[in-house]
């Protein structure tokens, strides 16, 4: 699709993520300029950027940076070399590099003494879905810088997501999304694992995903309703008959000889729930263990 008006645009770091940033924002016409450590990977991007061997220059007459780094610890260490924050004074800097939301106010802190305004944005995409509609982004901070760029933006991601001034809080929706992903994947691998332990082949799991993944959305609007009503009554199934079910997994695993630890972990987790009195209510009453010590 061509664009009205190009925006210019520097991308701060050219490794699988950033490459793929820079040339999606290229793709629709905007004018990018890509800068990289290992200079050659800049070089590499294509697709219409121009690699520049200083990050000065790189950044130099261009609207909006964004920066895509292994870490903040390495955005920090770049942002405080010589002329950095000067060049980067009177633009928008999106950090597309993930962290914790006390990394987005670090971030944030570190921008309003240098008269940078800036996002925090979380990607939720592989570098192969960016500027495809598997690819989501949350952005956190000033409302109005969002809405200055969103247009530009929606060049990585049509799901361009504006979560909240706070900002915090795009690393926060990254976390609990992929808290709930790494999670959730552990737990799959772990019945695939047993299925082949017991000489079931564990296509036998995945043909059955759905009852799974079912459950888990089920349980998810259970438990949004039961937490905002602080609530957790119910006449499903209590805690305590969950604890039963979970001891059967722990002993086919053990008896299996797997590793026992992720079941044992989930109990234990349970178990404490069932302790501090919830054992007669329904499952998401885990939640209130997990608030409280
Ligand atoms: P990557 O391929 O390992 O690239 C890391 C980049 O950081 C490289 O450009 C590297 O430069 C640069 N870098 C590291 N330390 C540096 C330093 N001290 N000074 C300057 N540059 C430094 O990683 P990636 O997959 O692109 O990930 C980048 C960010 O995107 C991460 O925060 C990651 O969590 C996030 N992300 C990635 C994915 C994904 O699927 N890949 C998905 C969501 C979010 P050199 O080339 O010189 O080493």
Redesign the pocket.
């Given at each position: 699709m061509a664009l009205g008006s190009p925006t210019k645009i520097g991308v701060?770091?050219?490794?699988?993520?950033?490459?793929?940033l820079a040339r999606a924002f290229a793709a629709p016409g905007h004018d990018v300029a890509v800068w990289?450590?290992?200079f050659s990977?800049a070089q590499a991007v294509g697709g219409g950027t121009v690699a520049f061997e200083n990050l000065i220059e790189a950044v130099s007459g261009r609207t909006l940076i964004v920066v895509?780094?292994?870490?903040y610890?390495?955005?920090f260490?770049?942002f405080s070399s010589p002329g950095v924050a000067s060049a980067l004074a009177g633009k928008t800097l999106v950090q597309?590099?993930?962290?914790s939301p006390a990394d987005a106010r670090a971030g944030l802190e570190w921008a309003q003494a240098h008269g940078v305004d800036y996002l925090d944005a979380?990607?939720?995409?592989?570098?192969s879905f960016v500027a495809t509609d598997y690819a989501t982004v949350f952005y956190a901070g000033s409302r109005s810088v969002f809405d200055r760029h969103v247009a530009t933006l929606q060049a990585l991601a049509k799901n361009s997501i504006y979560v909240d001034e706070k900002i915090g809080a795009a690393a926060t929706i990254d976390c609990a999304i992929l808290g709930a992903y790494y999670g959730g994947s552990l737990a799959l691998l772990h019945a695939a694992a047993m299925c082949q332990a017991e000489g079931l082949d564990p296509k036998t799991f995945f043909a059955h995903k759905n009852s799974f993944l079912g459950l888990i959305s089920v349980t998810a609007d259970a438990a949004q309703g039961m937490i905002e009503r602080n609530d957790f009554a119910g006449d499903q199934c209590s805690l305590n008959t969950h604890v039963a079910a979970i001891e059967h997994i722990v002993r086919l695993s053990q008896d299996a000889r797997l590793s026992a630890r992720f079941p044992k972990e989930l109990l234990d987790n349970y178990k404490r729930a069932v302790s501090a009195g919830l054992g007669s209510q329904e499952l998401p009453a885990v939640f209130r263990t997990l608030t409280q010590e």
């Open positions: 701060v770091g050219s490794g699988l993520m950033g490459s793929a990289n450590r290992t990977k895509s780094l292994s870490n610890a390495a955005c260490e770049l597309l590099t993930s962290g979380a990607i939720l995409a592989y570098p």
